[in-house]
């Protein structure tokens, strides 16, 4: 019998019991999360990107939450995402007219996810934003950033939070103007331009 030495962490092969999930794509992602406003609104913007990790590959198992105000700053109070029939209790899902606010996309089998959208507003002194929340193998802890659109230059730069970071830092949470109402943003876990993330404290 072969007698394994266990005396220190280093000599501990890990067992199945260390595996961290990804447990996100069961009951978590809903038809239409990627529609947070209607397709056809003369305001949509589209918001997309990938997650990847340390080594800069694409996470096909992540999950990306969202949520913003509307062009006046305010939070929906919409039910969207989670509407039900009031007779049979069945989900219906979001109505495709309002906008929500809220959206949670998993990532495809290349890492990328995408999202409509209202331009966000600004609201409590800070430049408009989207707050978002990464779900993904590995983190036992889920993680919080910004994804604020480019255009209003002055805003960005009196921002609380920007205005804190060195300049390739800061970069890491403005979006890329594609055209057409269309922004890139890839949301880098580890590595070389990791994305910054957020600390809350209560």
Known sequence: MTKIDT?????VLPTPSHTVGPFYGYALPFRGGNDIAPRDHPDTVTVHGYVLDGAGAPLPDALVELWGPGPDGRMPTTDGSMRRDPASGDFLGRNGVEFTGFGRIQTDANGHWYAHT?????R???APYISVCVFARGLLTHLFTR???PGDDAALAADPLLSRL???RRD???AADEGNGTYRFDI?????NETVFL???R
């Open 188 to 192: 880098r876990l580890q590595g070389e």
């Open 172 to 174: 890491t949470l403005i």
């Open 147 to 149: 994804i604020h659109l």
């Open 118 to 122: 209202l331009r966000p507003g600004a």
């Open 199 to 201: 600390e809350f404290h």
């Open 124 to 126: 409590g002194g800070n």
């Open 166 to 168: 060195a300049p390739e």
């Open 7 to 11: 005396s220190g962490p280093e000599n």
